[in-house]
């Protein structure tokens, strides 16, 4: 529900953060609001867009001080802590895109998203990707970029899950490191919070594992989607891929 109304306290649960950190992102980063008196009130699918660009440029311990937090807070929804096996399966998982440019790059997989039916309207889809990408970059360093909607529409997948394509070709995705981008994952959640915290737990996985070396050399879809299972069990386990390595060896 993109244009929910929410107050400065359900915000900052929403965010995992506490009032005073919200009195400060208000004055020093452009969080977007709307002033009703002297109160300020937030539209939720403006919070969803601003704090996804700022997941993506969080560093390592504001990210994972946010990843424990959601990794809390989504488990009134969920079972299980792991998000790999339910909203990743292998035949969504494509490592021979011949797109060659970020238009092309963005169309490829929302037309591949489009292929598994759970997506009600993919022409909607696109526009809402392109525009968040309009808002900033989904491209991290490393080559790996996160493509998701502007807004988040409770009935517009057939539930949540994930989407992986590789480039045979690199692609400029405008990574703040200015290298090229070749892993494309697109997020279809249903849940706003699930979004984020997938947002979250990506970066995780990146940052904390060798997954983007891994990925950028899997030779299938099968390798690739046990790749992001065992670098999501690492990272939920708080060890570095050698110390995992060394316990299970």
């Known amino acids: 529900m993109p244009h929910r109304t929410l107050s400065f ?13 919200i009195h400060r992102l208000l004055k020093t980063a452009d969080m ?31 990210l994972t001080a946010f990843h424990e937090q959601s990794t809390a807070q989504i488990r009134h929804i969920r079972d299980e802590d792991a998000l790999m096996p339910e909203l990743l399966r292998t035949e969504y ?18 037309d591949f998203a489009a292929t598994t039916g ?14 968040r990408e309009e808002l900033c970059t989904t491209a991290l360093p490393g080559g790996m970029a996160l493509l998701h909607a502007r807004h988040h529409e409770e009935y517009a997948f057939d539930g949540s899950f ?31 919070q699930l979004h984020l915290h997938t947002l979250a737990r990506l970066c995780m996985m990146a940052s904390k594992t060798d997954l983007l070396a891994q990925l ?34």
Not at 9 to 21: F, N
Not at 118 to 131: G, H, I, M, N, T
Not at 164 to 192: K, S
Request: proline share 6%; hydrophobic share 40%.
């Open 93 to 110: 998982i494509k490592l021979d895109l011949a797109s060659r440019t970020k238009s092309a790059v963005i169309r490829d997989m929302v």
């Open 162 to 192: 994930l989407l992986l394509g590789r480039t045979i070709a690199t692609i400029p995705f405008g990574a703040c490191d200015g290298g090229h981008t070749r892993l494309f994952f697109l997020l279809c959640c249903q849940d706003d």
């Open 216 to 249: 950028w050399h899997a030779p299938d879809a099968d390798s690739a989607h046990a790749i992001l299972g065992e670098c999501e069990q690492t990272t939920l386990l708080g060890k570095k891929p050698e110390e995992a390595e060394a316990e299970t060896g």
């Open 9 to 21: 306290e359900e915000v900052a649960d929403y965010l995992h953060l506490r009032p005073e950190d």
């Open 32 to 62: 977007p609001h709307q002033m009703r008196g002297n109160r300020p009130v937030f539209l939720r699918g403006d919070i969803d867009a601003w704090a996804s660009c700022r997941i993506l440029g969080l560093p390592d311990r504001r």
């Open 118 to 131: 759970r997506v009600y309207d993919p022409k909607a889809l696109l526009a809402s990707v392109q525009e």
